[in-house]
């Protein structure tokens, strides 16, 4: 599965990234993690708020550094 | 109910710590004591009530309150939802482009990326706390203002023009062929009282675990500053009739890039110390809204030409707000 984590580059975002990793780690999903800071590609998702994230290029979350629990929902664990 | 923290401070500096009172040194500690305790009680009470309130504001619902608005309208919703939006100046971009692609004008969108910085709770807290409640209008009416003029300058020039060619297209493109998007505040369900408190403290969270090393950074120098710069110094060598004390300050305060928090402590200093209020004014909203990283992060979307006339109109503001405060000050605050 493929995602992305939209942001310009703050730390929220970096810290995004990283709790998924762990997540996928844990959970043991080959997941591959790819930070978008590209503002044109973001402005294509339609997100307002960063960091956000798209799982497969579908928006699944906004506007804050997501929970574990949230993230495990998100890579359907 | 704030004596308390006098009170706190009291105990704490002369009893506890057995500082002589009267002393430089005694009185900024008392300062620094009784000014953080009170800042960080306040703001975390304050921050929890206004996140309770706000819970159901998001980006998505102030962009549909303000898309398909008469121009006019528009200024004072942009820069009054900058004012009231929770915003982290990470997001300046994604907000940027997407309050463009949905067709807002760019001194609308501009309005509200002048004002949100310069207002939000945290400053007006501490400048209630602070320097009282006439102080903190008139602060909250200047920043609106200067979100407000700034857009409308923005708009007569047509700063639109010097857009990246992407975020022009994509405002051409909804001014010509606006695609109706569902309606974000019939959609979200309602919040629970349980959800509200969730939110807020998580906000209290995140915000005060942000904030709490500037408070501490900023009432330090406040109260440097309040022990030891002589009574009336400012007023002798800075005061309101040297007209070039204000554009002094703007400048002074432009390489500074700091946030409102570290720099209201200060400001109480600067004002008690007799430097004249409107050059105070125009040194914080320098110090905060004209921030380098800002600019950089805007140029993604903005060509050269574009931030250079918003770099301008913004220091050209600061000036207007610094003379004019400078001018009816001693109307407004008699007794201070």
């Known amino acids: 599965m493929r995602i992305e984590v939209l942001g310009t580059g703050c730390r929220k975002c970096d810290n995004t990234a990283t709790a998924i990793r762990e997540v996928a780690r844990e959970l043991g999903i080959e997941a591959e993690v790819e930070k978008v800071t590209d503002p044109s590609l973001i402005m294509q998702y339609q997100v307002m708020s960063t960091p956000a994230v ?23 664990g | 109910m704030l004596a308390i923290f006098t009170w706190l401070a009291d105990g704490i500096v002369y009893t506890l710590m ?24 306040l ?79 945290v400053a007006v807290i501490m400048l209630w706390s602070l320097l009282g409640w006439q102080f903190t209008l008139a602060y909250v009416v200047i920043g609106v203002l200067v979100g407000i003029t700034g857009g409308v300058v923005l708009d007569l020039l047509r700063g639109e023009r010097w857009l990246q060619s992407f ?48 408070v501490i950074l900023g009432v330090a120098l406040g109260s440097a500053l309040h022990g030891f710069v002589p009574e009336g110094w400012f007023a002798e060598n800075l005061g309101s009739g040297q007209w070039w004390s204000v554009p002094a300050a703007v400048l002074a305060g432009l390489p500074l890039y700091s946030n409102a928090t570290a720099v209201i402590p200060v400001m109480e ?7 004249p209020v409107g050059t105070t004014l125009a040194f914080c909203m320098s110090t905060v809204a004209a921030s380098f990283p800002e ?16 770099f301008v109109i913004l220091l050209i503001n600061f000036m207007i707000v610094g003379w004019i405060m400078n001018g009816v000050s001693p109307w407004l605050f008699s007794g201070a």
């Open chain 1, 54 to 76: 798209a799982v497969d290029g579908k928006v699944q979350h906004s506007g804050s550094v997501p929970t574990k629990e949230a993230i495990t929902s998100m890579l359907g």
């Open chain 2, 18 to 41: 057995g500082f002589q009172e009267g002393t430089r040194l005694a009185d900024s500690i008392h300062f620094f004591v009784e000014d953080t305790t009170k800042i960080l009680v």
């Open chain 2, 43 to 121: 703001l975390v009470v304050m921050i929890y009530v206004i996140a309770l309130a706000r819970a159901s504001l998001n980006l998505e619902k102030v962009r549909h309150y303000i898309q398909h608005r008469h121009r006019v309208t528009g200024y004072f919703l942009g820069s009054g939802f900058g004012a009231i939006t929770p915003f982290c100046s990470c997001s300046s971009i994604p907000l940027f482009l997407g309050f463009t692609s949905a067709g807002i004008p760019l001194g609308v969108t501009m309005a509200f990326l002048f004002t949100s910085p310069i207002i939000n709770e």
């Open chain 2, 167 to 214: 975020a022009a297209k994509a405002y051409q493109q909804a001014a010509t062929s606006p695609h109706s998007e569902a309606d974000p505040t019939e959609s979200g369900q309602k919040l629970t009282l349980s959800d509200r408190h969730e939110f807020a403290v998580e906000e209290v969270k995140e915000i005060v675990g942000r904030i709490w090393k500037w």
């Open chain 2, 269 to 275: 200093s600067l004002i008690v110390k007799g430097l």
């Open chain 2, 295 to 310: 600019f950089i992060m805007l140029k993604q979307v903005m060509q050269y030409r574009l931030l250079g006339l918003i």
